[in-house]
């Protein structure tokens, strides 16, 4: 075949039809924008890695943290700009050629992965909790993070006051990932994304200062078995462009209503083929249920989550499950609309073993943060349950869930960080034993955060659950309610029994004590409490906000 009917056949089955003799090629448009969000957080993360080739060693730290504060608030700002110019409502549309989707669940989970991404970034910057080491202050991540666990290498650079401020470029690339990934409208960009925001993550699992060898095998572990993930999802792409001519989802929509029908030569022989939609819809959902943590492909949750330096840990389980889920939506209710009678019994079993799995094995946990890894995969289920709905109010509700959950998630882990003996952080729950005699502010906080992930009413979880089984229960899934509510009150034991043991246990003398931090973490921890009553208490403006941004631009 020759050169020039191979790039026919290419430029056909990329939907680009080749320009007439004597026509001009057309430029693509690219809305700068709309997308200006994306591009600040980007290009701060770009100049962070020149601050680490460039400025002096003494200097980096806090001209990172400067850089990294300013460019999530700046990208804050573009956010609200936009929806101030109704880009969320009236003015939605498809933008970047068609890559990239600029609507109200775009608007509204970009925003709120910015806006945790900005409390978590202010523990990434914490350096009073750990004591001063050769008269340096240290922070959670290794002096060298290339030099091995105990070796003399990382002994020297310990001694040299050395710290991993790479760790504040690495968030931003992840940030930036993370908010193409639910505003994607192709599968090509959903698929970079995805790889944009996993790596870094995957390095920031493995630079913890203290338990190297941990941080590094969580690390691991959240590699091979991302690999895995993306490895399903990018065979589920391929396989529904054999199905559809097309990575556009609102092209593959059209084929699977069956409003188009007409194949690209290439692809005629497959094209509407009824297996390769099952099945690659069916491998991409499993790769999104992965990041999401939702059982059974949830392995990798409660290892990392213990593993990994507990910032990152914060950032990961709160920004990640907002990206995940918002791209998630945006498959089945975009992409995959027309297939909701097939894609809604497998979702009905996923979250109910979700909910019940993460809710039931955390009752056995001793470790804290494990524990609060189960909870995660448990909230996972429940918000699930919005996303079965397959209404509106389903989007709305799982809109304001998310929120909710992510900074109530932020907080904890920060409170976390605070419990230290000589060992570190003291994550069993042995040493949290009478922690509320022992200083009652914290154990209060922290037992704030666990009546919210327990639902109580008054905080953000009570509304959030509230929101998503009410959506649950009017889009038909009612049995799914049922399961949730015992799921819920099976969760309710373990949060109150760690309340419990705060409060009403007998302080060890060789307990653990708590750290004053800076007010780095006490603001991360301060907007975590405000955030979770002020949904718990007056919900209705932020439901209203996530109503009207419920709908998906097509």
């Known amino acids: 075949m020759s050169a020039t009917a191979v790039h026919s056949l290419w430029a056909t089955a990329g939907g680009v039809t080749s320009a007439a003799p004597g026509e001009k090629f057309q430029a693509p448009v690219i809305e700068y924008t709309q997308l200006m969000p994306v591009l600040i957080v980007i290009g701060a993360a770009v100049v962070g890695v020149l601050v680490e080739a460039f400025v002096p060693r003494r200097s980096r730290y806090y001209t990172q943290v400067f850089l990294t504060v300013v460019a999530l608030a700046a990208s804050f700002a573009a956010i609200i700009g936009l929806a101030a110019g109704g880009h969320g409502t009236t003015k939605a549309g498809i933008v970047a050629m068609g890559a990239i989707a600029i609507d109200g669940p775009t608007l509204f989970l970009q925003g709120t992965i910015l806006l945790t991404a900005l409390v978590a970034v202010f523990t990434f910057a914490e ?75 995957y390095l920031l699992c493995a630079v913890a200062r203290r338990k190297r060898l941990m941080s590094q095998e969580a690390a691991v572990k959240y590699f091979l078995l991302g690999a ?215 154990a209060a906080v922290f037992a704030v955060f666990l009546l919210a992930f327990a639902g109580i009413p008054l905080t953000s979880g009570f509304s959030g659950k509230f929101a998503v089984f009410k959506a649950a229960a009017d889009g038909g899934a009612g049995g799914l309610v049922v399961i949730g509510v015992i799921s819920s009150a099976i969760a309710a034991f373990f949060y109150i029994r760690v309340i419990v043991l705060m409060f009403f246990s007998e302080p060890k003398a060789d307990g653990p004590t708590v750290a004053v931090p800076s007010p780095l973490t006490m603001t991360t921890i301060a907007v975590g409490v405000a955030v979770t009553l002020a949904l718990g208490l007056a919900p209705q403006y932020f439901l209203d906000l996530a109503s009207q941004a419920g709908v998906f631009v097509r």
Do not use: C
């Open 228 to 442: 895995f993930s993306s490895a399903f999802l990018l065979f589920g792409i391929a396989l529904l462009y054999g199905y559809a001519g097309s990575v556009s989802y609102a092209e593959i929509a059209h084929v699977v209503d069956g409003s188009v029908t007409k194949a690209a030569p290439a692809l005629a022989a497959t094209m509407g083929n009824d297996a390769l939609l099952l099945i690659g819809g069916a491998m991409i959902l499993t790769g999104l249920l992965f990041k999401v943590g939702a059982v059974p492909f949830h392995m990798w949750t409660p290892d990392v989550y213990q593993g990994a330096p507990t910032p990152v840990t914060g950032f990961m389980a709160a920004a990640t499950k907002v990206a995940a889920f918002g791209a998630l939506l945006r498959l089945l209710y975009v992409v995959l609309p027309g297939l909701t009678w097939d894609w809604r019994p497998v979702m009905w079993a996923v979250a109910i073993v979700t909910m019940l799995g993460g809710a039931i094995v955390a009752i056995t946990q001793t470790d804290i943060k494990r524990l609060l890894a189960y909870s995660s995969i448990a909230h996972a289920g429940f918000i699930l349950a919005g996303v079965i709905a397959a209404t509106p109010d389903g989007v709305s509700s799982v809109l304001f869930y998310l929120g909710a959950y992510s900074f109530v998630t932020v907080g904890a882990f920060a409170v976390v960080t605070l419990v230290r003996d000589a060992g570190g952080e003291a994550t069993h729950l042995s040493k949290w034993a009478g922690l509320g005699r022992r200083s009652p502010l914290v």
């Open 127 to 201: 350096r009073r909790l750990d004591p001063a080491s050769h008269g340096n202050r240290v922070d959670s991540f290794a002096a060298q993070a290339a030099s091995v666990p105990g070796s003399d290498s990382e002994k020297a650079a310990v001694r040299a006051g050395f710290t991993t401020t790479e760790v504040f470029p690495l968030v931003l690339f992840s940030v930036a990932g993370m908010l193409v990934f639910p505003a994607a409208n192709d599968l090509l960009t959903l698929f970079v994304a995805l790889e944009v925001f996993s790596l870094p993550l």
